[in-house]
Antibody, heavy 119, light 107 residues
Framework: VQLVQSGAEMKKPGESVKISCEGS????????IVWVRQMPGKGLEWMGT????????RYSPSFQGQVTISADKSLNTAYLQWSSLRASDTAIYYC?????????????WGQGTLVTVSS | ETVLTQSPATLSLSPGERATLSCRAS??????LAWYQQKPGQPPRLLIY???NRASGISARFSGSGSGTDFTLTISSLEPEDFAVYYC?????????FGQGTRLEIK
């Protein structure tokens, strides 16, 4: 099982970006994928989750309307995107896969994608 | 929103000692709580799920207990590789959320 995330992004405020998380070694469509934010030197924040099989998506209220989570099960890939970045979006973003029988515990993680937003 | 409060913020212990980390929820989360370990520059690693179930490949020196609002992660005898930051995550109430973390450092 492996989750491989796309590379670091450096953007300006107001720009858009879409980062990805490609799963392999398991049935990608059958396990929830979560996105977690970690701002510089800070703790973990649960952003939202998607079930690639039917694209059922659930957001934390703190992130609802701020980001879009999507998935393409034919490509075994989940996405996290912003339409208009802010400096406060600077963080490492992790994707992770749920365990068997528990949609909200995560046993495999991507390596993280650093998004830097600066003018 | 359920708030998770971890204590202590920092725990200073020596290898071989026993570590006890606490996670308290502002309202009951049943047994829907997990523990993660994170080392610098690495993603989190699942240690315990459903409050007391050890994840695959996790050493038996890690154990979790508790239900409702009070949870404990115990490391029976610290190894050098155990010094890291530990987070609890609840999903008993919407939205899921992490505690602020406990830093376990070498004394």
């Amino acid at each position: 099982v492996q989750l491989v995330q796309s590379g670091a992004e450096m953007k300006k405020p107001g720009e858009s970006v879409k980062i990805s998380c490609e799963g392999s070694g398991y049935n990608f469509a059958s396990f929830w994928i979560v996105w977690v934010r970690q701002m510089p030197g800070k703790g973990l924040e649960w952003m939202g989750t998607i079930y690639p099989g039917d694209s059922d998506t659930r957001y934390s209220p703190s992130f609802q309307g701020q980001v879009t989570i999507s998935a393409d099960k034919s490509l075994n890939t989940a996405y996290l995107q912003w339409s208009s970045l802010r400096a406060s979006d600077t963080a490492i973003y992790y994707c992770a896969k749920s365990v068997v029988g528990d949609s909200y515990s995560y046993n495999y993680w991507g390596q993280g994608t650093l998004v830097t937003v600066s003018s | 929103e359920t708030v998770l409060t971890q204590s202590p913020a920092t725990l200073s212990l020596s290898p071989g000692e026993r570590a006890t980390l606490s996670c308290r929820a502002s309202q009951s989360v049943s047994s829907d709580l997990a523990w993660y370990q994170q080392k610098p520059g690495q993603p989190p690693r699942l240690l315990i799920y459903d409050a007391s179930n050890r994840a695959s490949g996790i050493s038996a020196r890690f154990s979790g207990s508790g239900s409702g609002t009070d949870f404990t992660l115990t490391i029976s005898s610290l190894e050098p590789e155990d010094f890291a930051v530990y987070y609890c995550l609840q999903h008993g109430n919407w939205p899921p959320g992490f505690g602020q973390g406990t830093r376990l450092e070498i004394k």
